[in-house]
C-alpha cells in the first residue's frame, strides 16, 4: 500500500459524505479450463482505492465510522491453501500492509455490512456484478429490516460510485503519472526491439515474443492488454490478437501492444514494413495516418477537447481518402455522409490510466470536455483497406452538419435522426472503385499524451514514427536469438 491508495480513499470520502457508504468488490478468479484459473489481475476501481491484489476482496468505505473509514473483507489465512496458491494477507496483513482501519474475514461480510449500513442514507455501488449483485441487494433488505423494528435511516438511495472513483481516475498525480510513465518508456523499448527483430517468414508469435521480453526483463509482470501483431491483411481488423500467421515479403506489420507498470499501461501503436523498406502504397497510406496523427498530438492541449482532435486528424484523412482515389470527393461530403467511415472506422483517442480504455466521462452536459492538466489520453488515427474493400457502396446525399442540427434543435434527437435515416435509405447510391494497390493495407499509429500545465509530454515519442526513422530503426539488427 502507498500514499497514492491513501489519498485516493481520501478523495472518495470527501466524495460520498458522511450520510454515503460504498461498497467496491474486487476481481474474482475466472476458470481457464479444468481446473486452471486465467492469470488474475484485479479490479481497477478496487486496486486504485487499495492496492489489494487478492480476489473475492470487498472494500467498504464509510465516512466517520467510529472504526474508521477504510473497511476491508477478505478471505480468511488457510496454510493447507496458501501451499498451493500462495500467500495470504488475512486480516492481520490487511491493516498492517494495507492501510484498512477494520479487517474481516468475507464470512463476516452480510452481518457487518448490515450493521454499518445502519444511519446512511445512500449507497454507493456499482450495479451489473453478476456475483455481488443480489448480495448487496439482500445485506439492504436487512437493513431496511432493521429500520423497521428498531428505526433509524438505512439507504434508500443508490448511486453509481463508478462515477465519482472515474473522475478521480481522469486526474493522474504526480506518483501515477510516473508510474503511467515508466509504462510507456518500457513499453517503447518493446516496440523497438520488435522494429530490429522483424523479418519476412516469421511468424506473429516470434515477434510478439521480441516485443515482450524487454518488458519481463525490465520488470512488467503482465501486459496491458492482449498484445496485437497483425502482418499484412491482419492490420484490418482492429483487435486481432491471433498473432499465428507468417509474416509475408511484402507485409506491413501493425504492432498495438503495451506493458503494465504498476497497474498502470501504456498503449502504443506502430506500424511498419517486414523488409525494412515501404512500398510506394504503404509510403502513400502511411503518409496521411502520420500526418493525422501529428496533428492530434500537437491539438493535445490543455483547453482543446477529444472531439476537437477526432475532428481535425479525421478531417486530414478524409482528405488523404479522397487524394488517393479511395473515395470520391469532395472532402465536405465525405465528412458529412461519414463515408470515411469504410476505412477509418474508430475514435481517434480514449483515457489511459489503470484500465487501457480507462474510467472517466468524455463529455459534460452533452459538450465534449475540455482538456486539462494530470489527463492522459491516446491519439491514434488509422486507414484499414482490407482486402474486401475493391468496390465500396456509397450514399451520395447533399447533406450539411449544420442542417443536422437545426432538425435535432427543432425536432428533437430521436426524431431528427429518423428523418436523416430515411432520407438516406432513399437517397442514391453509387459503387466506388478502390484502386487494387493499396488492398489489404493497414496502417496505425499511437501515442501516449499527458496534458501538463503548458502543453502535453508525448510520453512514447521515443517509437520512431517519422518514415526515414521507421525504416532506419527496422535496418538496425536485433541481438536477440533466432531458433
Not at 521480441?210 to 497483425?230: C, D, K, Q
Not at 496502417?443 to 532506419?472: F, Q, Y
Request: glycine share 8%.
Amino acid at each position: 500500500m502507498t500514499n497514492r491508495h491513501a489519498e485516493a480513499r481520501q478523495k472518495l470520502v470527501e466524495a460520498i459524505g458522511q450520510d454515503g457508504i460504498a461498497v467496491i468488490p474486487a476481481a474474482h478468479e475466472v476458470v481457464r479450463n479444468y481446473d486452471v484459473m486465467h492469470q488474475f489481475r484485479q479490479d481497477s476501481a478496487f486496486f486504485y482505492l487499495t492496492g489489494f491484489e487478492e480476489p473475492e476482496s470487498v472494500a467498504v468505505i464509510a465516512p466517520g465510522h467510529d472504526d474508521g473509514d477504510f473497511h476491508l473483507f477478505v478471505r480468511p489465512k488457510d496454510p493447507d491453501l496458501e501451499v498451493w496458491t500462495g500467500i495470504r494477507a488475512g486480516t492481520q496483513g490487511a491493516k498492517e500492509a494495507y492501510g484498512a482501519d477494520a479487517a474481516y474475514e468475507l464470512s463476516q461480510l452480510d452481518d457487518v455490512l448490515e450493521r454499518m449500513m445502519i444511519g446512511r442514507e445512500v449507497l454507493w455501488y456499482t450495479t451489473g456484478n453478476d456475483k455481488f449483485d443480489d448480495r448487496v441487494t439482500g445485506i439492504v433488505n436487512k437493513a431496511r429490516a432493521h429500520r423497521e423494528r428498531m428505526g433509524g435511516v438505512v439507504p434508500s438511495i443508490v448511486r453509481d460510485v463508478s462515477v465519482p472513483i472515474g473522475e478521480m481516475m481522469l486526474f493522474k498525480s504526480e506518483d501515477e503519472a510516473d508510474a503511467l510513465r515508466r509504462a510507456c518508456h518500457l513499453s517503447a523499448d518493446g516496440h523497438i526491439e520488435a522494429m530490429k527483430f522483424t523479418e519476412p517468414g516469421m511468424y506473429e508469435y516470434q515477434v510478439q515474443a521480441a516485443l515482450e521480453y524487454p518488458w519481463r526483463l525490465g520488470g512488467s509482470a503482465r501486459n496491458g492488454y492482449p498484445s496485437i501483431v497483425a502482418s499484412g491483411a491482419n492490420a484490418c481488423v482492429l483487435h486481432y490478437d491471433t498473432n499465428r500467421d507468417q509474416i509475408g515479403d511484402d507485409d506491413l506489420v501493425l504492432i498495438d501492444a503495451a506493458a503494465e507498470v504498476e497497474g498502470y499501461s501504456s498503449d502504443i501503436t506502430r506500424t511498419y514494413p517486414a523488409t525494412g523498406s515501404f512500398t510506394g502504397p504503404q509510403r502513400a497510406i502511411y503518409e496521411v495516418v502520420l500526418a493525422s496523427q501529428k496533428a492530434g498530438v500537437e491539438l493535445s492541449v490543455s483547453g482543446s477537447t477529444m472531439k476537437a482532435i477526432h475532428d481535425e486528424c479525421t478531417r486530414i484523412l478524409a482528405e488523404g481518402m479522397v487524394d488517393l482515389g479511395l473515395l470520391p470527393g469532395p472532402t465536405d461530403q465525405v465528412l458529412a455522409m461519414h463515408h470515411y467511415s469504410q476505412f477509418y472506422m474508430h475514435s481517434t483517442g480514449h483515457w489511459l490510466g489503470l484500465d487501457v480504455h480507462d474510467r472517466g466521462a468524455y463529455r459534460i452536459d452533452g459538450v465534449s470536455r475540455p482538456l486539462e492538466p494530470g489527463m492522459a489520453l491516446t491519439v491514434e488515427p488509422g486507414l484499414y483497406v482490407g482486402p474486401d474493400k475493391a468496390q465500396v457502396e456509397l450514399t451520395m446525399l447533399e447533406f450539411d452538419p449544420e442542417e443536422r442540427n437545426e432538425r435535432i434543435i427543432r425536432m428533437g434527437r430521436a426524431a431528427a435522426q429518423a428523418s436523416i435515416a430515411e432520407e438516406k435509405a432513399s437517397a442514391e447510391k453509387v459503387t466506388h472503385d478502390v484502386p487494387a494497390e493499396f488492398l489489404g493495407i493497414g496502417v496505425r499509429i499511437e501515442d501516449d499524451i499527458l496534458i501538463t500545465p503548458d502543453g502535453h509530454e508525448n510520453m512514447t515519442e521515443s517509437v520512431p514514427k517519422e518514415l526515414a526513422d521507421v525504416e532506419a530503426m527496422c535496418a538496425e539488427s536485433s541481438e536477440l536469438p533466432v531458433f
